[in-house]
């Protein structure tokens, strides 16, 4: 079996255009794809009222009570009066203490959540307007001048501090570009070695030598899966490089303290290992579907009609797990793939969630037995294994069916 | 003369969604001996590569047996697989390896002894004219190249059967004329070999036996000669119409009675 990878092998990482193509694919279409997903997330956040989220206060000074109500009115939340300020990333927190006479505003949001950030800028006008109303009615009573006040922009504080957007932006744009990248690649090694082979007519004279069907079989799986590791490898390598060189200039840019970002708070030991031991699973996943759909191709042309809608679906459900307002939960973790993908941001995310991540193993190893169980046996005959026919391929994904349901 | 492939009543059919069940081999009976090449000659769709894959153990026969070799193909597998050298109807060669990497990767396959290998590549790189392109990937190569190197990795293992599926179909008369010495030096060499063909020169040409086949069934086995005095035609194109329009007449007349 290792000559057989080896020559597979050999055989892929010299075909150049497939090369480029794996890496361009995820450099090119994946920041933009993530960009365009999370402006449209930040932007049409309807669904925001399905979700809700507690806004805590507290109003130290009588006088202000009757912020309250503005407070009350903010929509889909659920406010709640707070003695203890005890602000943490599962809500908006407000305290409003008194300064000068003037109410003073501390609030304390998780500016990544964008529920959290609609709610606020519904909250703003509201602060600002009763602070506006406290300085009229504070002029009228001490017959102030309106020039000696300026109105003070509020600055809510991040509860993470001011990195943790960019490294929350980043601890899952890195390792997603890289899933875009080993998909990309084992869906064009998996047609390549499975119906280009049957093509070519290479299986064939492979199957005429001393070995095993299944080692044939085994040997292109892990080929595939090796291929996909080493695009993903390069990929998640270049990434990080380009990324950090993007970020830093653009942190330099922003200026104001920024400078300073902390890059191991993404390029650290524990987010790269967890990516890459996630990595892997996807690719031995994908390349079981791929190498399975690509087998009842007989030509090239064939595999990649019957790879694509397999691409498209596993492409995207990676991305899906951007959406903020999503939570884990059993569909989630049934589904292959999105379910290693979403475990694996909960865990750079520190929101480890135990009964998930079992659902996800358990669900996963499900599926590999399935695959193996099932749609290995089709992929060992000879009509399958071999590409022999000449009929289209809806006739012979019928004949296959036929021949099933005889069994 | 010892037999090297021996064939009985063999039988492989398939299901076709629109046709039904279709006859590709109907009660196949032949043998080759030790030092011979046998020509198995047929239309298209008359069996012959069915019957090739089924002896090289790529397709199961639905009943009746073939040994090469002194092996069973349904119970010694593995054991026909080392006995034998296949080429397909096409070249069948990895794109971007070289015909060095490929000839030493199928000895590397076929269990060729790890201290010969170099040598015996190098052997039949010089044997078969190579040199020029050995570092050349196959994808790069002429369709003649392509089937030299096809050749040479089939034989790397020296096994004493050949299946040759249509050698030298597509190939220009000097390329074709090449493979036709090699296929006599191999033979010379002791090695049973069976191919198909459409073309009718070279198996009068080369072939010790010729057997011809039409809608999987043999019609007639026998020498150039034997041939030429049953069906009282000299050429051997007239000499396969003659027996495949019989065929055919008989299979109609069947239908009509």
């Given amino acids: 079996?290792?000559?057989?990878?080896?020559?597979?092998?050999?055989?892929?990482?010299?075909?150049?255009?497939?090369?480029?193509?794996?890496?361009?694919?995820?450099?090119?279409?994946?920041?933009?794809?993530?960009?365009?997903?999370?402006?449209?997330?930040?932007?049409?956040?309807?669904?925001?009222?399905?979700?809700?989220?507690?806004?805590?206060?507290?109003?130290?000074?009588?006088?202000?009570?009757?912020?309250?109500?503005?407070?009350?009115?903010?929509?889909?939340?659920?406010?709640?009066?707070?003695?203890?300020?005890?602000?943490?990333?599962?809500?908006?927190?407000?305290?409003?203490?008194?300064?000068?006479?003037?109410?003073?505003?501390?609030?304390?949001l998780d500016s990544s959540n964008a529920f959290q950030m609609k709610a606020y800028s519904e909250l703003e006008p509201k602060l600002s307007g009763f602070y506006e109303t406290k300085i009229n009615e504070l002029i009228v009573r001490k017959n102030y001048k309106k020039e000696y006040f300026k109105v003070y922009k509020i600055e809510p504080v991040n509860i993470d501090g001011r990195n943790e957007i960019i490294t929350k932006v980043l601890s899952l744009l890195i390792p997603l570009m890289s899933v875009i990248s080993i998909l990309a690649s084992i869906a064009a090694a998996s047609v390549e070695l499975a119906s280009g082979h049957s093509e070519d007519k290479t299986t064939e004279t492979t199957l005429t030598l001393p070995l095993n069907r299944k080692d044939v079989i085994f040997a292109k799986f892990i080929t595939v899966v090796i291929y996909g590791m080493l695009a993903g490898l390069i990929s998640f390598t270049f990434i990080?490089?380009?990324?950090?060189?993007?970020?830093?200039?653009?942190?330099?840019?922003?200026?104001?303290?920024?400078?300073?970002?902390?890059?191991?708070?993404i390029i650290n030991f524990r987010n790269i290992s967890l990516s890459l031991l996630s990595l892997t699973i996807i690719a031995f996943f994908v390349s079981m579907i791929f190498i399975t759909a690509a087998g009842f191709a007989s030509k090239r042309k064939e595999g990649n009609i019957l790879v694509s809608p397999f691409s498209a679906i596993i492409t995207y459900l990676p991305i899906v797990i951007v959406i903020p307002a999503l939570e884990p939960n059993i569909f989630i973790a049934m589904t292959p793939v999105l379910n290693i993908a979403f475990a694996l941001k909960l865990v750079?995310?520190?929101?480890?969630?135990?009964?998930?991540?079992?659902?996800?193993?358990?669900?996963?190893?499900?599926?590999?037995?399935?695959?193996y169980r099932f749609l290995f046996p089709f992929l060992l005959e000879e009509e399958v294994l071999l590409g022999y026919s000449n009929t289209s391929l809806t006739k012979k994904i019928k004949m296959k069916m036929s021949r099933w349901k005889k069994k | 003369m010892e037999e090297k492939i021996i064939i009985k009543n063999l039988n492989k059919e398939f299901y076709d969604p629109q046709r039904g069940i279709v006859k590709a081999v109907d009660n196949l009976s032949f043998s080759a001996f030790k030092g011979e090449i046998f020509g198995l000659l047929g239309p298209n769709g008359a069996g012959k590569t069915t019957t090739l894959r089924m002896m090289a153990t790529l397709m199961k026969p639905n009943s009746g047996s073939i040994e090469i070799a002194g092996y069973d193909t349904e119970k010694n597998p593995q054991d026909v697989r080392r006995s034998i050298g296949y080429m397909s109807s096409s070249t069948a060669l990895y794109p971007r390896l070289s015909p060095r990497e490929i000839i030493?990767?199928?000895?590397?396959?076929?269990?060729?002894?790890?201290?010969?290998?170099?040598?015996?590549?190098?052997?039949?790189?010089?044997?078969?004219?190579?040199?020029?392109y050995a570092d050349t990937y196959s994808e790069k190569l002429s369709t003649g190249m392509k089937q030299i190197t096809s050749i040479a990795r089939t034989i790397v293992h020296n096994p004493p059967v050949l299946i040759l599926d249509e050698p030298s179909s597509g190939l220009d008369v000097i390329v074709a004329q090449?493979?036709?010495?090699?296929?006599?030096?191999?033979?010379?060499?002791?090695?049973?070999?069976?191919?198909?063909?459409?073309?009718?020169?070279?198996?009068?040409?080369?072939?010790?036996?010729?057997?011809?086949?039409d809608n999987g069934k043999l019609l007639t086995v026998g020498t150039i000669d034997e041939l030429r005095k049953i069906s009282g035609k000299y050429y051997m194109e007239e000499i396969f119409i003659y027996f495949v329009k019989e065929f055919e007449e008989k299979v109609y007349n069947a239908h009509q009675n």
């Fill in chain 1, 1 to 108: 079996m290792k000559t057989l990878i080896e020559i597979y092998l050999k055989d892929l990482l010299r075909n150049k255009m497939m090369g480029l193509m794996v890496i361009l694919v995820p450099v090119i279409f994946y920041p933009l794809l993530y960009w365009g997903i999370t402006q449209f997330i930040m932007i049409k956040n309807g669904f925001a009222e399905n979700r809700d989220l507690t806004l805590h206060y507290k109003i130290e000074n009588p006088e202000f009570s009757s912020l309250e109500d503005s407070i009350r009115s903010v929509s889909g939340i659920d406010a709640s009066k707070t003695q203890q300020f005890k602000p943490d990333k599962n809500g908006l927190y407000i305290n409003v203490s008194m300064f000068n006479d003037l109410p003073r505003y501390e609030v304390y």
């Fill in chain 2, 178 to 213: 090449k493979i036709h010495t090699y296929i006599l030096d191999l033979k010379n060499e002791g090695k049973t070999i069976i191919f198909s063909s459409h073309n009718m020169g070279e198996v009068e040409k080369i072939c010790d036996r010729i057997g011809i086949i």
């Fill in chain 2, 104 to 132: 030493t990767y199928f000895a590397e396959l076929n269990d060729f002894p790890q201290n010969e290998l170099a040598m015996r590549v190098e052997q039949l790189i010089k044997y078969f004219n190579i040199g020029e």
């Fill in chain 1, 348 to 371: 750079i995310a520190d929101d480890i969630n135990t009964v998930f991540i079992l659902e996800t193993l358990v669900f996963s190893s499900l599926w590999a037995v399935l695959l």
């Fill in chain 1, 240 to 265: 990080v490089v380009i990324m950090m060189h993007i970020f830093t200039s653009m942190i330099d840019k922003i200026g104001a303290g920024m400078a300073d970002f902390d890059w191991s708070l």
